[in-house]
């Protein structure tokens, strides 16, 4: 099969024949919170699902209550003065400082006012907290942050906040105050990492601590305003077995990946924006042995390898003079001088092809600007990459890995491939979301002798196709 056929693959987005229960926790996330239409109510309402997806009850979640107009100019007033008076008083490492401090202006502030003023103390322990985030954290975001059923953050402009939940996209009631409140935070998340953005560099990539991902336009390519996308990074780091039990991929697929990372074959995880490719990648990068040494080449510092022998390369951007930038063609051409036993590179997606031999997209090692006739660029790629993993974010917002295919080598002038493992979607459940299986396709590995060269033995029966499942067993 040509690798230009192999990945244009379609699936049946029809409804079942029978209607598909609700999948078990562990396969499958609870279904997402619609968002609440303006104006907010309080009883649940029907939602219609179409293309012929039945409708399905959906419950409504009751909003935040939005800050009232007279605690939102105190808001102003309190963090104005604050700004004002007591900035050598703000110590970022001293929370609990800023909090009590934050608490003694917002005490004075309504003492002084009319006894008209006067407000609760839980609408004054309210405001105390959203002062907090604005002074040292990230404003409006750090609630979405910290809800861990949230995946992405996505502010569009300072009035419109969207998140996505559960794999569903919904509009929140949160906002800024104003574009300015707006690009302080992003002034704040790109500082810490020694990066920035402004008319000249409207563009920018950064990371928050925990190893969120964060991507900022602002004006003038941004017509509207400053936009901030954050993908979330998960708390924990999966192990092969969690994949497993959550339905991400059969025992069958991890055992074989297992294999071939423990025997050093090169692999690549593609697949689309979203589609679980990091989240794999640190499943891989378990599988290492701890006795290698590991070297990371990123744009953006998201990997997170338990083994203790390994070092971390990340991208820098030009300077304000337009030097100084370090690209991740350049990371990989230092780390070979490093002595590697891995390498493991977090994206490819340019020059860096050609040193890495491990695109699979020709064009990309084209992009290097290197003249090198197609045949040969095809050799290389042939020679250097053994498995590709493909992930796919589906219809409802799982996240499964699509396929798991062997590079044959070339054939007829084209790289040949044979898949050995595939996720057959047979439709889409009641509830909106695609339902399949995973199953072997009944090819045998090309890298047997390899695997069992090295001491890994896999199994015969693992690479036998299994019959589809009944309806409340697929996920």
Do not use: W
């Not at 990372?261 to 891989?284: A, D, H």
């Not at 299994?466 to 996920?475: E, I």
């Amino acid at each position: 099969m040509k690798l230009s056929e192999r990945f244009d693959r379609r699936y049946q987005q029809s409804p079942l024949t029978g209607t598909v229960p609700p999948l078990p926790a562990a396969a499958t996330p609870a279904p997402a919170v619609a968002p609440p239409p303006p104006p907010p109510v309080a009883t649940p309402k029907p939602v219609v699902v179409t293309e012929e997806v039945p409708t399905i009850p959906v419950e409504i979640a009751e909003p935040a209550t939005p800050l009232s107009p007279a605690l939102a100019a105190a808001k102003a007033e309190i963090h104005a003065q604050l700004l004002s008076h007591h900035t050598a008083q703000i110590d970022i490492n001293n929370r609990a400082g800023i909090r009590r401090l934050l608490l003694q202006l917002t005490e004075e502030h309504f003492r002084s006012k009319p006894p008209a003023a006067i407000v609760t103390g839980a609408d004054r322990e309210r405001l105390v907290e959203i002062l907090f985030d604005e002074v040292i954290g990230l404003g409006p975001l750090e609630a979405l942050l910290r809800d861990p059923d949230i995946s992405e953050v996505m502010v569009n402009r300072p009035e419109q906040i969207f998140v996505e939940r559960r794999g569903k996209i919904e509009l929140t009631n949160l906002s800024f105050e104003d574009e300015r409140s707006l690009r302080r935070v992003i002034d704040r998340i790109v500082s810490t990492i020694g990066r920035r953005v402004d008319e000249s560099e409207p563009m920018c990539d950064a990371r928050l601590k925990d190893g969120s991902r964060v991507n900022v336009v602002i004006p003038p390519v941004a017509i509207y305003g400053p936009c901030l996308t954050i993908r979330k990074f998960g708390r924990e780091v999966l192990s092969p077995e969690q994949i497993v039990s959550t339905g991400g991929a059969t025992a069958a697929i991890m055992g074989y990946l297992d294999a071939a990372v423990r025997t050093r074959l090169n692999i690549i995880v593609s697949g689309g924006t979203g589609s679980g490719k990091t989240t794999l990648l640190n499943v891989l990068s378990g599988l290492i042995p701890a006795n290698e040494r590991i070297v990371t080449c990123e744009d953006a510092a998201e990997l997170r390898l338990r083994q203790v022998h390994v070092i971390s390369l990340e991208s820098k951007p030009q300077n304000v003079e337009g030097r100084g930038a370090i690209s991740i063609r350049d990371l990989v051409r230092n780390c070979l001088r490093m002595r590697p036993d891995r390498i493991v590179v977090g994206e490819c997606r340019g020059p860096e092809a050609l040193d890495m031999l491990q695109a699979s997209l020709e064009t990309l090692v084209l992009l290097a600007g290197t003249e090198l006739p197609s045949r040969a660029i095809r050799t290389q790629i042939a020679s250097a990459v053994n498995v590709i993993v493909q992930t796919e974010r589906l219809r409802g917002g799982a996240r499964k890995v699509v396929s798991v295919a062997e590079v044959l080598g070339l054939k007829d002038g084209e790289i040949a491939l044979q898949e050995l493992f595939a996720f057959r979607q047979v439709g889409v459940s009641a509830d909106g979301r695609a339902a399949g299986y995973h199953t072997a396709t009944g090819a045998r590995s090309a890298f047997m002798q390899h695997f069992r060269s090295d001491g890994v033995e896999l199994a015969e029966e693992m690479f036998v196709p299994v019959a589809q499942p009944s309806d409340d067993q697929l996920y």
